[in-house]
């Protein structure tokens, strides 16, 4: 690490050339390419993946669901106004570019699309897919002509996956929020604008390039079109930390008066370490949903692998050059004036972080009780955790999306906006005739609302009826339905026939999905923390470390999927939050949260352990180890810990409920992780095992294989106050040592060609 960050001051201008020249390549790349994200949740090998399949082969083409809406409170939608006023609508968005069909409730076939009642009606609108879906200016306009036909007795609303695509927010408001509150932070712990800069700088360059990077990676393979989004989440979260853990470290040593090249090389090769290792616990823990053999998620841990990824080698690479470059400004006008008068002089814990250490480790069982006790109330929500997947009926109230969701469940029923699809090849004339008449057994069957009649291919090999439940899709009732169909009604109904009935649908697929999750999550959990537990096993070289940090790691989990359990199912200010209504979490959600959380909680963990595991090697006071660990890095992880949090709860802003869930669920787990566990739980438990915290049994010691985070700094000569001075007090030109080091140069250092020395 010594020679990389060596390498990277003496050619920093190449690095940040280098860095710049990636970030443009792969924005043109991804610009020229354009996006081709899936939220195909289909699991291949399921009953709903089957007939999604085979509905594709027999009717290619024939997709979408996006509809137009239309209610009136007073009159009819048959009433000669409404008609002519919809007619004529609809045939001016039949002519818009981007449309590919409009069907009217007013043509001939028609009828089933205007409720009983009269009072509410839609048309089905395909749109033209370019590149998976279809354009959002196009879509938008179709939404103003729609939206403009409506009057004081005519309400129209649009909803389906194209409208909901074009109505999500492009901007990238979170991001610049986030990173906003990120500068101010870093601008308050250092004092320096220059320093607070270079956490920001390194952070959006790395994430800059995995973004774009993913862009390119969904042509190679199956990628969620929240990927990118939940990469840039992570992304700026980890890499600014990461680049504050640095720049602390380099702003160290230049008070402990090394020069500037001396002290950045000392910050790669101890902090930049932790980083390193840090971000490997990230990726492992990411790239552990790989075992799940989802395509739909291995898209999403390899991109967001790919950003943890850049922003370390950022941290390491492109951070260096810019300290290089800043020289001493990375210390704030004051300090630099009193290192120039006063020279360097030796630092101790001080302030709020000691005091708090010492008090923890005067009250270790009452404060671990009192943090326990917070961590297990937080995460009893998460014993009614009900995992299904939101649609539309989950959106704000007042996005258009949502008012069609709620009128045409008014009007046609909540199950019209999750119906069922029975696909079954047809083999031969009788299984046609059974095929036909299995609308009239299924009429018959509770929690069916309506059956629509058999309809077959063009080639009479595939027969598809729709079943529209009684209740809406998120609802149990419904996956009870699905659940009854498959096993009884339809085994019942085409016994001794050899028909294949498979069902499939919205829900089906949801549900199929949920199950497939469940039922891996316990191998996922238990490799995310064996892996986890092996890494700082091999680190610290101690059976307690590990077996505590998984312990903290899951109470993280429990307690953050607690408060998401309370905001998005129970709804407890979801609304005015404009998260849209209580509805169930996402079945991925606890996969891709896990893996987040449990390389996120790594973190914290190596950068405390590790100084209390330095104190321990010096001193064999397990006392003094933790009370000085905890008080020499509390405040740095606090620090960390705002900036991450801050980052993540902006992004409940972009409007997407699923990045919401992210957004609140990391920000939660890190607020707790950061000022529950790791600052009160975690040093109070190490306090009340004493000497039991670093045990290894011999023969394991001898076997395992000894690394180091972050080693110790090697002794060195102390510099010369006097020139170290006067680097920062301003070079003169009669002292060539003091110009060399004002330029961050040590004595073995390449000298720029432009420096003369007289």
Not at 9 to 23: D, H, M, Q, Y
Not at 247 to 273: F, M
Not at 634 to 646: E, G, L, P, T
Not at 726 to 744: I, M
Request: proline share 6%; with cysteine; hydrophobic share 50%.
């Amino acid at each position: 690490m010594t020679s990389l960050a060596r390498w990277c001051l003496r050619r920093r201008f190449t690095v940040i050339v280098l860095w710049l020249v990636a970030l443009a390549g792969t924005t043109v790349a991804a610009t020229l390419s354009g996006s081709a994200y899936s939220n195909d949740y289909g699991v291949p090998g399921t009953e709903s993946s089957r007939a999604a399949a085979l509905l594709e082969k027999a009717f290619p083409g024939e997709s979408g669901d996006d509809k137009i809406v239309w209610h009136t409170d007073r009159g009819t939608v048959r009433a000669n106004d409404v008609q002519q006023r919809m007619t004529k609508t609809l045939h001016e968005i039949a002519r818009l570019p981007g449309v590919a069909s409009v069907e009217s409730p007013y043509a001939a076939g028609g009828a089933d699309r205007v409720s009983r009642d009269r009072h509410t009606a839609y048309a089905s609108v395909t749109f033209v897919a370019q590149g998976g879906a279809p354009d959002k200016a196009q879509v938008k306009r179709v939404v103003e002509t729609a939206r403009a036909a409506a009057s004081d007795n005519l309400q129209v609303a649009l909803g389906g996956s194209g409208i909901a695509g074009a109505e999500s927010p492009s901007g990238h408001l979170s991001e610049i929020i986030g990173v906003a509150v990120a500068a101010v932070v870093l601008f308050v712990v250092f004092g320096s604008l220059a320093a607070s800069l270079l956490p920001i700088a390194t952070a959006l360059v790395g994430v800059g390039t995995a973004a774009m990077g993913t862009v390119l990676l969904g042509h190679l393979m199956k990628v969620a079109d929240f990927a990118p989004m939940l990469g840039t989440l992570i992304g700026l979260g980890v890499g600014i930390d990461y680049a504050l853990f640095i720049v602390t470290r380099h702003r160290k040593g230049l008070r402990q008066g090394l020069p500037v090249a001396v002290a950045a090389e000392r910050a790669v090769a101890t902090t930049g370490r932790a980083v390193v290792f840090a971000g490997g616990t990230v990726c492992v823990a990411l790239l552990g949903m790989l075992i799940l053999r989802l395509g739909f998620l291995n898209g999403v841990a390899i991109a967001a692998s790919l950003t943890v990824v850049l922003t370390v080698a950022a941290s390491v690479t492109l951070l260096p050059a810019l300290l290089g470059l800043i020289g001493p400004r990375a210390l704030g006008r004051r300090e630099r004036r009193r290192l120039a008068h006063e020279g360097p002089r030796e630092e101790h814990p001080t302030g709020l972080a000691a005091r708090w250490s010492a008090c923890v480790e005067r009250h270790p069982k009452l404060l671990g009780a009192a943090a326990a006790a917070v961590m297990l109330i937080l995460a009893l929500p998460t014993l009614s955790l009900h995992l299904g997947t939101s649609d539309q009926g989950n959106n704000p109230a007042g996005s258009t999306t949502r008012q069609a969701y709620d009128m045409l469940g008014h009007g046609f029923g909540p199950g019209v906006n999750g119906p069922l699809t029975l696909v079954a090849p047809l083999g031969s004339a009788a299984d046609s005739l059974a095929f036909n008449k299995l609308p009239d057994t299924l009429r018959h069957t509770p929690g069916v609302a309506s059956v629509t009649p058999s309809v077959l291919s063009g080639s009479g090999g595939t027969g598809v009826i729709t079943v529209v439940p009684t209740t809406s899709p998120q609802s149990r009732a419904t996956s009870d339905l699905v659940d009854r169909l498959r096993t009884t009604v339809l085994p019942k109904a085409t016994e001794g026939t050899g028909l294949d009935v498979r069902v499939g649908g919205m829900t089906a697929a949801y549900d199929d999905f949920a199950a497939v999750i469940l039922g891996k999550l316990p191998v996922f959990v238990g490799t995310v923390v064996g892996l986890g537990c092996l890494l700082l096993l091999l680190a610290f070289r101690s059976i307690g470390i590990p077996l505590k940090a998984a312990a903290m790691n899951i109470a993280a989990v429990a307690s953050s999927f607690g408060l998401i359990v309370a905001v998005f199912q129970w709804g407890w200010g979801s609304e005015p939050l404009g998260l849209g209504g209580a509805g169930p979490i996402e079945p991925f959600l606890p996969v891709v949260m896990v893996s987040v959380l449990f390389g996120l909680s790594m973190d914290y963990q190596v950068f405390l352990v590790s100084r209390m595991y330095e104190e321990w090697l010096a001193t064999r006071d397990n006392r003094r180890a933790v009370r000085v660990g905890l008080a020499e890095t509390s405040r740095v992880i606090n620090s960390a810990a705002v900036i991450m949090i801050s980052v993540f709860l902006a992004f409940v802003l972009s409007g997407d409920r699923v990045i919401a869930m992210f957004g609140i669920g990391l920000a939660a787990a890190v607020a707790l992780d950061a000022f529950v566990l790791r600052t009160l739980l975690v040093p109070a438990l190490m306090h009340m095992l004493g000497g039991a915290n670093w045990w290894l049994p011999a023969w394991l010691d001898r076997a395992l294989p000894r690394i180091s985070i972050e080693p110790p700094e090697a002794p060195e000569a102390p510099e010369p106050v006097e020139p170290v001075a006067a680097a920062f007090a301003g070079p003169r030109e009669d002292d060539p040592l003091a110009l060399l080091h004002a330029r961050g140069l040590t004595a073995g250092a390449q000298v720029d060609e432009d420096v003369v020395v007289a």
